[in-house]
């Protein structure tokens, strides 16, 4: 009884005590009068450049959707797999099999102002389901044409009508297991499709109907696309000074010098901080904003723009293409991932743990690296204002909320 008392005593000062908690100031210090504090340094983002990858994200990752297309130099082909069909010599005994098809779900076209007709090519793959840019003019055979129509809407689905005998004689001598469609651009024609990724309830699909006896009644067969890949071929992009961009099509990342001003770091008294308090600072948020040039054709390509900051270990005394290895993650509490749609008039980016790494004296300013989470994954293109191609109402700025240290 002696013990169940002393816990409740416990308690209760346990819940007088968090009941002393200032609601106003959760990021700061419960006992203090100290409270978050926030600035926009505009000269905080010096300078930087945009610049082409030294190596390239792998597509197989964080894929959107299957694109396929040609557009300003790059080109995306695709291809599915359909698995599950009933083998050749149970589709010869069958009584009838009717109405075969194949139907994808278009998720995006080219944002052209003058689009035309897409005609995309579908071939059967003779060999067993590989990268399709490793496949070579013999190893595919055409059979069809997938007619992308100028009026698409997002979700929309096109049916292509399939001949009985491409499905009775699917099987190939390369791969008994599985029907492999190649889908290609058609040569010289700009142009491209988002076509939508496949689960079990949705994507692209194959079907017909059939009867197996002519006692039975006429059933439908349908199956999902159980595998997707696609390549992605771009003519390379060049160190820019000029343009802050990133691009997914032709990837390119960006590098902003950010020299953030540690003066504006002040107490409640508006003192400067001194080195050792700069050091115990709190920083609640800080974040990059960059507002989006809409001048930028591309923009419209991709709905939503995803992208991760990364610091550089040393900067470059000149425009360059800076190495991955030359970048460092900052390990942090929640995924640092920005994104901005294409509506957007700035793009935020959060870099919390970078300022903090550098207030804390853990890193020296150095300067961050940009990069889209969809390179190679989209047709979408993003552009920035510069510090020097923008008035003072585009110029790019970040702005921090911190917490003086109480002690």
Sequence with gaps: MKTFKICLVLLAVILLLSACTRKDNLTGDNWSEISAQSFDDINAVVDGFSFPPDTLVSISANRRCLPIGNWQGAHARGIVRFTGLPAQSSLAEYHSLQDPYLKFTILRRDQADSRQELNLKLHKVLRSFIDPDSLSAEDYEYFADLVVPATISSNDTITVELETSFIQNWQSDADSTGLNILILPEEGVEGFVEIRLSSTTEGSKLGYSCQVAAEDEQVDFATY?????????????????????????????????????????????????????????????????????????????????????????????????????????????????????????????NITPIIQSYTAGKKDPQGIVIMSNYERKDFGEIQFYTPQSSDLSKMPYIRVRYTPPFL
Excluded: C
């Design 225 to 349: 696309a159980t595998k997707e890949a696609y390549s992605f071929n771009h003519p390379g992009a060049e160190v820019d000074a000029s343009v802050w961009k990133l691009s997914n099509f032709n990837p390119q990342r960006m590098f902003v010098d950010l020299q953030p001003d540690s003066t504006l770091f002040v107490d409640p008294d508006n003192n400067i901080l001194s080195p050792e308090d700069l050091k115990r600072v709190s920083i609640n948020k800080a974040e990059l904003v960059l507002f989006i040039d809409k001048s930028n054709s591309n923009l419209l390509n991709a709905f939503s723009y995803y992208v991760s900051a990364f610091l550089v270990k040393e900067k470059p005394e000149n425009p360059e293409v800076i190495a991955t290895t030359n970048m460092e993650s900052i390990i942090f509490s929640y995924p640092l991932t920005s994104y901005a749609t294409n509506s957007a008039d700035s793009l935020v980016i």
